[in-house]
């Protein structure tokens, strides 16, 4: 990523970005936990691309040049930590689950600048317990090196929709069907319908944040019914798409 800016001290606040706005490739010397409050929240490195709706936070390791970007109108809230506080042990970004108290301690502790109050280190504590607890989510696409990979997950990032079995994208871009299936657990950590799922719940996040009905996010990402989507979207957000969507 070209002419990333340095800011040494994560920064601890809140600040909105119109739907489709972006914050520029950047990196900190400390950690920093980003959480859209609303909207949805995708975090980009080289390695891939990470993305949260409100009921889950990303961790950003500091040292980590990443790149923000909003779906919808989003509130983003962003809590610095010291390098030296890693609660998870985390070394590279992942997503957390984000349940009702956790919200509600970012919330709080993002209201303005930290201060070094005996009630700001006592929220601290408590939001550093609930992290603690949260579980990690793989809500991940990453970002493919191989050309033969990258044309298939190409091809379906311009269509989710698009049903094709392996084999037959594997022809569409030059490729085996052996040969992709090795590369997408080698390079992306998962298997194709893996692979393809998170795409597909990247797209509905995007198309909800953008005011699209549910029944019409179902249809273009792919699902074969808007029950299926739903089942789908609850096991990985702990909501239904329609939840999602008032919050």
């Known amino acids: 990523m070209p002419d990333i800016r340095h800011t040494p001290q994560a920064p601890t606040r809140t600040q909105t970005l119109a739907a489709g706005g972006r914050?520029?490739?950047?990196?900190?010397?400390?950690?920093?936990?980003?959480?859209?409050?609303?909207?949805?929240?995708?975090?980009?490195?080289?390695?891939?691309?990470?993305?949260?709706?409100?009921?889950?936070?990303?961790?950003?390791?500091?040292?980590?040049?990443?790149?923000?970007?909003?779906?919808?109108?989003?509130?983003?809230?962003?809590?610095?930590?010291?390098?030296?506080?890693?609660?998870?042990?985390?070394?590279?970004?992942?997503?957390?689950?984000?349940?009702?108290?956790?919200?509600?301690?970012l919330l709080a502790a993002t209201r303005g600048p930290y201060d070094d109050s005996p009630e700001s280190r006592r929220l601290r504590a408590v939001l550093l317990d609930q992290l603690r607890a949260s579980p990690q989510q793989p809500l991940q696409l990453p970002t493919p090196t191989d050309p033969r990979l990258r044309a298939v997950c190409d091809l379906l990032h311009d269509d989710p929709a698009d049903a094709r079995p392996l084999a037959a994208l594997g022809r569409a871009s030059g490729a085996g069907e052996r040969t992709l299936s090795r590369l997408f657990r080698r390079e992306l950590g998962m298997t194709f319908p893996q692979w393809r799922t998170q795409l597909r719940l990247y797209h509905a996040l995007r198309m909800l944040a953008e005011g699209d009905p549910v029944t019409a996010v179902a249809h273009r990402c792919g699902w074969s019914s808007t029950s299926a989507f739903i089942d789908v979207f609850r096991r990985a957000f702990g909501c239904t798409p329609g939840e999602h969507s008032r919050r």
Do not use: M
């Open 23 to 105: 914050i520029d490739p950047h990196r900190h010397d400390e950690h920093q936990i980003v959480y859209a409050g609303s909207g949805v929240l995708a975090v980009t490195t080289d390695a891939g691309t990470w993305f949260a709706p409100g009921t889950r936070a990303i961790w950003v390791p500091a040292g980590c040049v990443h790149a923000h970007r909003a779906h919808g109108h989003l509130d983003l809230h962003t809590l610095g930590l010291p390098a030296r506080v890693n609660p998870l042990g985390l070394e590279a970004p992942t997503v957390l689950t984000v349940g009702p108290l956790l919200r509600e301690l």
